[in-house]
C-alpha cells in the first residue's frame, strides 16, 4: 500500500472519529441541558414544598394558640360559674 494510501485511510478514520466525537458531545450536551431543566423543577418544588411547610408551620402555631386561648377561657367559664354556684 502506497504511502498515499495510507494517508487517505487515515485522513477518513480521523474524520470519522471527529464526527463520531461530534455526534457524542452533542448528545452529552442535550442530556446536560435536559438534566439541568430537571434540576430546576426539583429546585423549585423544593421550595414550594418548603414554603407550604412554613405556612402549614404557622397555621399550626396559630391553631395551638387558639386552642389555648378557648381552654383558658373555658376554664375561667367554669370558674366563674362555680364561684356564682357558692354565692
Known amino acids: ?10 485522513r477518513v478514520q480521523a474524520e470519522e472519529a471527529a464526527a463520531t466525537h461530534e455526534r457524542e458531545t452533542k448528545t452529552l450536551r442535550e ?32 391553631g395551638r394558640r387558639e386552642l389555648l386561648e378557648a381552654q383558658r377561657e373555658a376554664r375561667e367559664s367554669r370558674e ?6 357558692r354565692q
Open 31 to 62: 442530556q446536560a441541558m435536559a438534566a439541568a431543566k430537571q434540576r430546576d423543577g426539583a429546585l423549585r418544588e423544593a421550595e414550594e414544598a418548603r414554603a407550604q411547610l412554613q405556612l402549614v408551620a404557622e397555621a399550626r402555631v396559630a
Open 1 to 10: 500500500q502506497s504511502l498515499a494510501a495510507e494517508l487517505g485511510t487515515l
Open 80 to 85: 366563674s360559674l362555680e364561684v356564682q354556684r
